[in-house]
């Protein structure tokens, strides 16, 4: 047999009360997001770079293993400031994209 409905009482302590504190949406996701992603563009970054490096030593070792081991050609000019404007580059965006997030998160907060 079904007992009948009783209506509840207005202290009761199952009823749900207001927060005193109002919580912000998306605060701590937003933020989460945003270092994740920081986390991910410098990981990514030093990947390319290390990988890259690895892979050059690897070709420059075998074509000079391919050539009987001879002594290194001297740097020219040309060689050498093609290596300074890539050596700029790749320094500039290694530190302007986490630059960059770091002040998008700071801006967002």
């Excluded at 047999?1 to 009761?12: L, S």
């Excluded at 997001?33 to 990988?51: E, K, M, P």
């Excluded at 404007?85 to 530190?95: E, F, P, Q, R, S």
Aim: glycine share 6%; charged share 25%.
């Amino acid at each position: 047999m079904r007992r009948p409905h009783r209506p509840r009482r207005a202290g009761a302590r199952h009823q749900l009360r207001p927060s005193p504190v109002p919580r912000q949406s998306g605060g701590f996701a937003i933020d989460t997001l945003i270092l994740l992603a920081l986390f991910v563009a410098i990981l990514v970054s030093v990947v390319v770079i290390v990988g890259r490096l690895l892979l050059r030593r690897k070709e420059a070792r075998e074509e000079w293993e391919a050539a009987g081991r001879p002594e290194a050609p001297p740097r020219t000019p040309e060689d050498q400031a093609r290596d300074k404007k890539t050596a700029i580059i790749w320094g500039c965006l290694v530190l302007a994209v986490p630059v960059v997030l770091v002040l998008l998160y700071s801006v967002t907060r």
